[in-house]
């Protein structure tokens, strides 16, 4: 199964800050990596498909980027509403698996 | 609107069974690769099964493929998921969810249930 490190596991930030998680894949995945947003006690939210796709409704302050077993996943301008978990996931080959995880919060 | 909508989740002992049901609604039930995800206390996300649109084709991550078995009754637009041998490792909230890429296993996760907790413990 292809494995996938994500780091940091959390971060703290500021209201209009940048903030970078990154996702190294045990093996090559090409760009079938998405991102997603978790907030406590809700289910996880696509935000990012295929690498660098912004899911329809998904503020353009989210992005991400690579190819092959290196991504990265910005927010530009943090806002309040991004405290929260992201989480990164390849879906090819199966079966899909999730990175630890990052928790974004108030520095 | 798509919905997603779990149930039959609850306090079941070590070894027994459970049956989680997930209710579709807002799009063509048939046409979409639908999932499982749980998420143990306070851990992140692991992805556990999924099922292709006529149900045909299924997969499993190894840590549940001899005791869980998902399926699917599309006349009813229902996912399903069989948690047999239960263990205290398979606490967790279970999710449901859709391929965004329609019948695909491989693909994105567009919409997801609120979730339903399974606890297994004596």
């Known amino acids: 199964d292809t494995q996938m490190t994500q780091s940091p596991s959390s971060l703290s930030a500021s209201v209009g800050d940048r903030v970078t998680i990154t996702c190294q894949a045990s093996e090559g995945v090409s760009n079938y990596i998405n991102w997603y947003q978790q907030q406590p006690g809700k289910a996880p939210k696509l935000l990012i498909y295929?690498?660098?796709n912004l899911e329809t409704g998904v503020p353009s302050r989210f992005s991400g980027s690579g190819s092959g077993t290196h991504f990265t996943f910005t927010i530009n301008n943090l806002q309040p509403e991004d405290f929260a978990t992201y989480y990164c996931q390849q879906y090819d080959p199966l079966p899909p698996r999730f990175g630890q995880g990052t928790r974004v919060d108030l520095k | 609107e798509v919905q997603l909508l779990e149930s039959g989740g609850g306090l079941i002992q070590p070894g027994g069974s459970l049956r989680l049901s997930c209710a579709a609604s807002?799009?063509?039930?048939?046409?979409?690769?639908v999932h499982w995800v749980r998420q143990a206390p306070g851990k992140g996300l692991e992805w556990v099964s999924g099922?292709?649109?006529?149900?045909?084709?299924?997969f499993y991550a190894g840590s549940v493929a001899d005791r869980f078995t998902i399926s699917r009754d599309n006349s009813k637009n229902t996912l399903f998921l069989q948690l047999n041998s239960l263990r205290a490792d398979d606490t967790a909230v279970y999710f449901c969810?859709?391929?965004?890429?329609?019948?695909?296993?491989?693909?994105?996760?567009?919409?997801w249930g609120q979730g339903t907790l399974v606890t297994v413990s004596s």
């Open positions: 295929d690498a660098s």
């Open positions: 969810s859709r391929s965004r890429q329609g019948w695909e296993l491989r693909s994105p996760l567009d919409y």
């Open positions: 807002g799009f063509t039930f048939r046409s979409y690769a």
């Open positions: 099922i292709s649109g006529s149900g045909g084709t299924t």
